[in-house]
């Protein structure tokens, strides 16, 4: 068997197969599906970024930190309750990057911030 099998977007069955022209069909749900619209959608689709109590979070919020956060090389911590103007959302571990008074440019995981 030469032809590649792909995973059905709909139940996951990894034996959908090619019924040819990029159309894709699952033998056992029978769904069927065009795999060029299905990896266009997957390159426009952007990961959410979520606070701490689930909302969705977006470049230019203000976000207020939940808990005190040490900072390497800095004297004190970051207070919970203290205001954050304008975010930008970054990927990596640290996905918030923003301007904290008193700090500077730095780094902040989504867990630790809710949008205020």
Request: net charge negative.
């Amino acid at each position: 068997m030469s032809e590649e099998l792909k995973a059905c977007p709909a139940c996951k069955s990894p034996y959908g197969y090619s019924m040819g022209n990029e159309v894709y069909a699952c033998p056992e749900c029978g769904n069927e599906w065009n795999i060029v619209e299905e990896v266009q959608s997957e390159e426009v689709s952007e990961p959410k970024v979520l606070d701490s109590n689930g909302n969705e979070l977006q470049d230019g919020d203000s976000v207020v930190v939940i808990k005190d956060l040490p900072v390497k090389g800095a004297p004190k911590p970051i207070k919970a309750g203290t205001k954050v103007k304008s975010i930008r959302l970054t990927d990596g571990d640290h996905n918030i990057d923003c301007k904290i008074d008193g700090f500077g440019s730095m780094g902040l995981k989504s867990e630790f911030v809710r949008k205020a």
